[in-house]
């Protein structure tokens, strides 16, 4: 089938895009101003097209294009996901050796912020001794 002859549901998607932010109906409809509830949130997102306005102001709402709803296909996507990764997979060049050891990233990640905290509880004591001599030099 082809994308012209399968017709998008842009309800679901905004749905399937909500969710995967981790944005609750009512967040929602919130963001999109007064008129709108939870309940009007859950009548729209069984509509399978939506006004092109309405869309703009939900895709600026959840921060994603409007060509993000209007044409996301979850088969597609599945099938993409499903043709890509694998036991082995790897997304790049072939030649390329992956070695993404998640520990040592929050190693680094966690040496960087104590280095940072150092560097600021010495900025502090710095700063005190500064005030210290101004008080006594008055």
Do not use: C
């Amino acid at each position: 089938m082809t994308q012209a002859a399968k017709k998008i549901h842009e309800g679901r998607n905004v749905k399937r895009f909500r969710e995967m932010l981790g944005i609750k109906q009512d967040a929602l409809a919130f963001e999109l101003g007064e008129d709108w509830n939870q309940q009007k949130i859950s009548l729209l997102e069984q509509k399978e097209t939506i006004d092109t306005a309405l869309l703009q102001q939900i895709s600026g709402a959840l921060k994603i294009p409007v060509e993000a709803i209007q044409n996301f296909d979850e088969e597609q996507a599945v099938n993409v996901i499903a043709n890509t990764f694998g036991d082995n997979a790897y997304v790049g060049n072939p030649n390329s050796t992956f070695n993404i050891n998640p520990l040592t990233e929050i190693k680094q990640l966690h040496e960087e912020k104590m280095a940072l905290y150092k560097r600021m509880l010495k900025e502090k004591d710095e700063m005190i001794a500064r005030l210290e001599q101004l008080i006594k030099a008055k």
